[in-house]
């Protein structure tokens, strides 16, 4: 089991998901190599662009991010993402670990529209994502 009781944790949480703030994503990484225990150790209001580049190749970490998109001229949309990352570099008996922490991660960040299994940067360009939110959101009168 992950070790998620750190505070500091919630408040971000709510300050993600918080319509007065401008904070739009958390950054949870490991204590150490050797600890099941998660730290928050960044959050930012730059969006996913300042996420992918606050990610580490060498470890495995979760974040959660506020996407806001437009659905047409007059709709904005906000929905939040969970984002499980494995960099290239991770250790394999982290990588092992990571889906049983998964499930411990999401007791505490609970409410997203989709979960974002992420290997490379790439897997966090907003393009996709929005396409994946529209079809998770269910209503869309363009076509995707």
């Known amino acids: 089991m992950a070790d998620v009781s750190d505070l500091k944790i919630q408040?971000?949480?709510l300050d993600v998901r918080s319509d007065k703030s401008d904070t739009n994503w958390l950054l949870l990484d490991y204590q150490s190599d050797r600890s099941d225990r998660?730290?928050?150790t960044q959050t930012g209001t730059g969006g996913l662009s300042e996420l992918r580049?606050?990610?580490d190749d060498s470890k495995a970490s979760f974040a959660y991010a506020?996407?806001?998109y437009s659905n047409d001229k007059e709709s904005?949309?906000?929905k939040f993402i969970l984002v499980v990352w494995i960099g290239?570099?991770?250790k394999i008996l982290r990588k092992a670990k990571i889906s049983v922490h998964t499930a411990d991660v999401k007791e505490v960040l609970r409410v997203y529209s989709i979960e974002v299994a992420a290997r490379e940067r790439?897997?966090?360009k907003e393009e996709p994502i929005v396409v994946r939110l529209r079809k998770a959101g269910?209503?869309?009168y363009d076509g995707i």
């Open 11 to 13: 408040e971000a949480y």
């Open 38 to 40: 998660l730290v928050l």
């Open 53 to 55: 580049d606050a990610l």
């Open 66 to 68: 506020r996407v806001t």
């Open 76 to 78: 904005q949309r906000e």
């Open 88 to 90: 290239s570099g991770c």
């Open 122 to 124: 790439d897997d966090l």
């Open 138 to 140: 269910g209503a869309s």
